[in-house]
């Protein structure tokens, strides 16, 4: 089955821990995105990546950090640095750049992270 | 302060009949847009999309509606189901130099009651 799958599904923090939260795809797609949802609000982008060993901070990067050694993963890492990171996390991808229906972006299950 | 009780707009529609979702964008370069269907827990799935030189199309039960003189935007689902049941979300890339980067509005709550 091609997708996009996220763990851990649940995921409790301690303040002052960092975490990080995993997505992966194999669907063969250029470019991966993290986003932030919080109850009653729209996604917010942390980080994209348009390509391998190459990301951009999205609109609320701060407190949040990425990697992207591979093609198929990009693993996002909240730090004790950010300030309310109790959120569901998304990851998605697209098959590529530039403003076309193959720009649609696919979403992974999710992961809630909850700070105690 | 952190605002508390953020509430989405419902919509409540009764099994059978057609559904209008709406959604206003702000800006008028935003070339493509997308309906998202978010069930409890879950990650978005994409619905339907359109770009911004068509003003109208059409899925399987769903028709995306699009005026861009008003910066408007609307979802019709027809013969509404329980499974329809969800919060639905557009989407809009502002712009080809904006490449991927999705401006999300804040989402309808759809009630499907039977």
């Known amino acids: 089955d091609g997708g996009i799958t996220q763990s851990p599904k649940y995921l409790f923090r301690k303040e002052g821990q960092n975490v990080t939260l995993s997505c992966e795809q194999n669907?063969?797609?250029?470019?991966m995105y993290w986003y932030r949802q919080d109850p009653g609000q729209g996604l917010r982008l942390i980080y994209y990546?348009?390509?391998?060993?190459?990301?951009q901070k999205g609109d609320i990067a701060e407190g949040y950090s990425v990697s992207r050694e591979k093609k198929e993963s990009f693993p996002l890492t909240v730090t004790s640095a950010q300030k309310n990171p109790t959120a569901f996390y998304l990851c998605?991808?697209?098959?590529?750049?530039?403003?076309?229906?193959?720009?649609?972006?696919?979403f992974g299950p999710g992961t809630r992270l909850t700070v105690l | 302060g952190e605002s508390v009780g953020l509430h989405l707009p419902t919509l409540s529609v009764q099994e059978g009949d057609n559904s209008i979702i709406n959604c206003a964008y702000s800006?008028?370069?935003?070339?493509?847009f997308i309906w998202y269907k978010q069930e409890s827990g879950k990650g978005p799935q994409f619905i339907i999309d359109?770009?911004?030189?068509?003003d109208k199309r059409q899925g399987q039960r769903v028709t995306v509606l699009l005026n861009k003189t008003v910066k408007h935007l609307s979802l019709q689902i027809a013969a509404t189901q329980p499974g329809d049941s969800a919060v639905y979300f557009c989407?809009?890339?502002?712009?080809?130099?904006?490449?991927?980067?999705?401006?999300f509005g804040a989402g309808t709550q759809v009630v499907v009651t039977p």
């Open positions: 990546s348009q390509i391998v060993n190459d990301f």
């Open positions: 669907l063969n797609h250029d470019a």
């Open positions: 800006n008028s370069a935003s070339d493509y």
């Open positions: 998605a991808s697209t098959l590529g750049q530039g403003a076309s229906s193959r720009d649609t972006q696919y």
């Open positions: 359109i770009r911004s030189n068509m």
């Open positions: 989407a809009e890339i502002p712009g080809t130099d904006s490449w991927g980067k999705l401006q």
